[in-house]
T-cell receptor
Framework: KAGVTQTPRYLIKTRGQQVTLSCSPI?????VSWYQQTPGQGLQFLFE???????NKGNFPGRFSGRQFSNSRSEMNVSTLELGDSALYLC???????????FGPGTRLTVT | GEDVEQSLFLSVREGDSSVINCTYTDSSSTYLYWYKQEPGAGLQLLTY?????DMKQDQRLTVLLNKKDKHLSLRIADTQTGDSAIYFC?????????????FGQGTTLQVKP
């Protein structure tokens, strides 16, 4: 069974630009969550989607947004990039509200 | 609010047992998790325990939960150099219908040959 996939794996952007990251969950999983990982703040929850609806949102500015499609694939978008947005962005999927969440390899975003 | 605390670093010799500790504050947590992260990789789910359990064993891994003290530990028996990684403890919120996880800051495990 294929795991969670994230594209692209690496990305370099300039301050002020916007970026879209993609996550494909494990087949049959309908819940997708996004996390930001930085050396200073650790792992922080961004948002969670279930059946195309945002179920929960973390404490991030409105520049961070996401969506989920009918095939459960999810995208997150960051507009007006700041240097502090440089991070590893991780996506996790689970079947529904079950306890097993599986993470993808992440997208490493560097903002210069 | 919720908070999960871990010690930052642990060094052991190959073949010894490793014990990584974690404390959490949310008494309504339902599930508690251990994830492993190797350099340049995502998080690998190692094991989890439901809050009404005291212990869970899975091959070389043993999870102990002291709900009264809100203390969780992960014991790795016969630690190998391949176990060198960062280990994250996480709790799942219970009071909302969500899969949101709260993570500790991670414990770097160094295994010396």
């Amino acid at each position: 069974k294929a795991g969670v996939t994230q594209t692209p794996r690496y990305l370099i952007k300039t301050r002020g630009q916007q970026v879209t990251l993609s996550c494909s969950p494990i087949s049959g999983h309908r819940s997708v969550s996004w996390y930001q990982q930085t050396p200073g703040q650790g792992l922080q929850f961004l948002f969670e989607y279930f059946s195309e609806t945002q179920r929960n949102k973390g404490n991030f500015p409105g520049r961070f947004s996401g969506r989920q499609f009918s095939n459960s694939r999810s995208e997150m978008n960051v507009s007006t990039l700041e240097l502090g947005d440089s991070a590893l962005y991780l996506c996790a999927s689970s079947r529904d509200q079950t306890y097993e969440q599986y993470f993808g390899p992440g997208t490493r975003l560097t903002v210069t | 609010g919720e908070d999960v605390e871990q010690s930052l670093f642990l060094s052991v010799r190959e073949g010894d047992s490793s014990v990584i500790n974690c404390t959490y504050t949310d008494s309504s947590s339902t599930y508690l998790y251990w994830y492993k992260q190797e350099p340049g990789a995502g998080l690998q789910l190692l094991t989890y325990i439901f809050s009404n359990m005291d212990m869970k064993q899975d091959q070389r891994l043993t999870v102990l939960l002291n709900k009264k003290d809100k203390h969780l530990s992960l014991r790795i028996a016969d630690t190998q150099t391949g176990d060198s990684a960062i280990y994250f403890c996480a709790e799942k919120e219970d009071y909302s219908n969500t899969g949101k996880l709260i993570f500790g800051q991670g414990t770097t495990l160094q295994v010396k040959p």
